[in-house]
């Protein structure tokens, strides 16, 4: 009896490190941040997975939200401060009029790429609920922080957030 419990506790031990494994990955793959392709002001496509190995900021804005327009000089100059070859920062606009996206851009001279989202699908599949939002990806594609609003101190914590990102 004590050999059959010994037996059924290791095996019950197992299943259990089997299904915490399970979980894991599944959570791992659960942040991976989906991939996309969105046509850039330049007239470029952008493909998200064409940047692992970068840590990647994309800030959710559009012409309408007044927190966007507050926070996009100060990303012009986050983005002034960071090395390109490890860091990119993707603007991506979700207004379906891209002329007033563009017009907003070179107002406020905008020096990060913009994407257009006109479609919604993009923001649909990061689960975008608030403007803007910005969310910063690892290198390995990971989603690591999402950020809502804009208020005071967001620069700095999104310089962090980088910062620590760009170590590992």
Not at 31 to 44: E, I, M, N, T
Not at 58 to 78: D, R, V
């Amino acid at each position: 009896m004590c050999k059959k419990q010994l037996i059924l506790t290791t095996l019950i031990a197992l299943l259990v490190i089997t299904l915490a494994s399970v979980v894991a990955v599944a959570k791992i793959k659960a942040d991976s941040a989906p991939d996309f392709v969105l046509k850039s002001a330049s007239g470029k496509n952008v493909r998200l997975s064409e940047l692992k190995g970068r840590v990647v900021m994309l800030n959710f804005w559009a012409t309408w939200c007044g927190p966007c327009a507050e926070e996009i000089p100060h990303l012009n100059e986050l983005h002034e401060s960071l090395d390109p070859y490890d860091f990119e920062l993707l603007g991506i606009n979700l207004d379906e009029d891209q002329s007033k996206a563009i017009h907003l851009a070179k107002k406020l001279e905008v020096n990060f790429p913009v994407l257009f989202d006109t479609e919604k699908d993009v923001s649909r599949s990061f689960d975008i609920k608030a403007m803007p939002t910005t969310i910063i990806i690892d290198r390995s594609g990971n989603i690591r922080h999402v950020n809502y609003g804009f208020k005071n101190g967001y620069i700095e914590r999104y310089h962090r957030q980088i910062q620590a990102l760009r170590k590992e």
